[in-house]
């Protein structure tokens, strides 16, 4: 397995282990230049959404992935982690509605959590 897929792994199961909701994985390496995954989750409440944030950020950290840049953290109701290669949304239930990335980015490649497990 290659390491940025690797790194996917990691993030999914770092949002698994503190109960993300719905978590979506898009390949966007054909139609983007921006990254080559992203990964859409939400949470629950602004406790849960930063808490999801922190454990993903922590533990891909120890994997040797730095975060680049993160936004709305404050807010918590849409935060956007990049790593590059890997874009992590991980919104409230209502903004996850209303922004619907996963129809935007539609023309990407839906892939399986199971793929990288």
């Not at 982690?81 to 991980?90: E, K």
């Not at 209303?98 to 497990?117: H, Q, S, T």
Request: proline share 1%; net charge negative.
């Amino acid at each position: 397995m290659d390491q940025i897929k690797e790194w996917v792994k990691i993030a999914i199961n770092a949002l698994e282990e503190k109960k993300a909701e719905d978590i979506h994985i898009i390949d966007i390496s054909a139609v983007s230049t921006i990254a080559d995954y992203f990964i859409i989750a939400n949470g629950t409440n602004k406790s849960q959404i930063q808490t999801l944030a922190d454990h993903v950020e922590e533990t891909l950290g120890r994997a040797g992935l730095p975060l680049k840049q993160s936004e709305g953290y404050e807010s918590a109701n849409w935060i956007l982690m990049d790593y590059r290669d890997i874009i992590i949304h991980i919104f409230d239930k209502e903004n996850r509605l209303f922004y619907d990335l996963d129809r935007i980015w539609r023309d990407g490649r839906a892939v399986d959590k199971e793929d990288f497990m």
